[in-house]
């Protein structure tokens, strides 16, 4: 069965290896980590989610989003904010891009992978969960 592919967008690079390490045994992970390009690279790999960071150069990751959200070829894919911000401006920032939800990075740890495995269900129903494909 074809593993759900997660790209994780963020321009701070340890953070990303440690998200991909985190995300690897259950998901197809995609990293990009530069402040340019963001929706050709999501345009390319066709993930089933983004989780996209706030607080990057250039565009933030919530502009970014609202861009995705404005294309017709994109705005299928939902994306999560993947931010240090606190939880409030998280959610407002979450509802006013369009964003499918909010995860903070301050969560970030053993129960990562199983964060994004339930956002990833109650986004995407029709796709099969990680115990359904362990067996």
Known sequence: MKRRKVLIVDDDLELLQTASQL???DFDVVTYGAAFNRLNVIREHQPDLVLMDVNMPLVPGDEVTRLLKDSPELSHIP???FSSNDEHSLRT????CGA???LSKSHMGGNFALQVERRMRELLPGRPRREDLLG
């Open 23 to 25: 995300l690897r045994p």
């Open 79 to 81: 994306v999560i904010l």
């Open 93 to 96: 920032m979450a509802k006013e």
């Open 100 to 102: 499918a939800g909010y």
